[in-house]
């Protein structure tokens, strides 16, 4: 029934959100056990492609659903990826995990704003005020001027945040490819890249940290594919709000592996943030259906 994939498509947001925080936690865990940002980023993409290549061989095609027409437009995603992925670890790295998260939260504030820049879409009056309210709730978790959140930091998560958008609309031109197939050529095409600066920051390693870095990839990896798989399951405007589950994982994380919670004025900037893409994502809801219910046809 189409309510069961609906609640399916929840389940498998909440728990792609579960295993995306966890390696977060991981990536900040590696770190402070001396791994690199570009080892983090080594491993965490080549981890990951025995766990997609399983999914993959599993599925209707087997691996023969890897072959692609749309090389070109992979390549284009996996170069946006991995900029972003540099800064999507590069402010867990800086900041405490609910202060990187919490960024994380204005996607939906730069999908607007790219949507209106780059595609062109027509965005009333409501949505650009819900933009601007999004970036009221990130100056209140910044607070310029104060030591809290370093400057710096914001910054890079606030670009990790735009670079997650991009690949989102991106990720529009290839829609019609399966998300087993996208995951996988991300891996790889993104993999060479990466190990050019990483000739340069090899490391010696404890085997503990050697597992950490292993488990990047693995949860990294089920972490992709549940978000996609429930991308398919159900609407946006409904599994969307599950993200912010994320807040709840990086402040347990936090205080546990590093004894550190979020600062107070997190705790007011964030449900800012929150409800300005919470409205966003109805707003695209209410839009959508009042387009499908023009082109429907008349009786």
Same mark, same amino acid.
């Given at each position: ?17 579960? +295993?995306?925080?966890t ?15 570009? =080892?983090?980023m ?9 766990v ?10 087997? !691996?023969?659903?890897?072959? %692609? ?5 992979h ?14 670890? /590069? ?7 609910? &202060?990187?998260? %919490?960024?994380?939260?204005?996607v939906?504030? +730069? ?7 780059? *595609?062109? =879409? ?12 999004? +970036? ?10 104060s030591?809290d ?6 910054? $890079? ?8 958008? !991009?690949?989102?609309?991106? *990720?529009?031109?290839?829609?019609? =490819? ?12 993104? *993999? ?27 949860? #990294? ?6 978000? %996609? #798989? ?23 994380? /936090?205080? *546990? ?19 300005? #893409?919470?409205?966003? $994502?109805?707003? &695209? ?12 046809? &008349?009786?």
């Amino acid at each position: 029934m189409p309510g069961d994939r609906v609640l399916a498509g929840i389940a498998l947001r909440l728990l792609a959100i579960f +295993f995306l925080s966890t390696m977060s936690a991981l990536v900040k865990l590696a770190e402070s056990r001396g791994a690199t940002l570009f =080892e983090t980023m080594f491993w965490r993409q080549a981890c990951a492609l025995p766990v997609v290549l399983a999914f993959v061989a599993r599925g209707p095609g087997g !691996l023969g659903s890897l072959r %692609t027409t749309r090389l070109r437009g992979h390549l284009a995603r996996s170069m946006v990826g991995v900029v972003g992925m540099v800064f999507t670890f /590069g402010a867990v790295l800086l900041l405490p995990l609910a &202060e990187a998260t %919490t960024f994380q939260f204005t996607v939906p504030i +730069f999908a607007t704003i790219l949507g209106a820049l780059v *595609l062109r =879409e027509r965005t009333g009056i409501q949505r650009w005020s819900a933009v601007l309210v999004g +970036f009221a709730g990130v100056l209140v978790v910044v607070q310029p001027g104060s030591n809290d959140v370093p400057v710096g930091g914001a910054i $890079v998560g606030l670009l990790a945040a735009l670079f997650v958008a !991009l690949v989102a609309i991106l *990720l529009r031109q290839l829609r019609d =490819e399966p998300s087993g197939t996208t995951v996988f050529w991300f891996s790889t095409l993104t *993999l060479p890249l990466i190990a050019i600066p990483y000739a340069f920051h090899l490391k010696a390693h404890d085997l503990l940290t050697w597992a950490n870095l292993a488990a990047i990839g693995i949860v #990294g990896g089920m972490g992709q594919l549940a978000l %996609t #798989g429930a991308a398919k399951m159900a609407p946006v405007s409904s599994v969307v709000p599950m993200d912010y589950s994320g807040l709840i994982w990086a402040t347990l994380y /936090g205080w *546990l592996l590093f004894g550190m919670l979020p600062t107070p004025m997190t705790w007011v900037g964030a449900p800012i943030i929150i409800a300005s #893409g919470l409205f966003i $994502v109805w707003r &695209e809801q209410r839009l959508g259906k009042q387009q499908t219910a023009t082109a429907a046809p &008349e009786d």
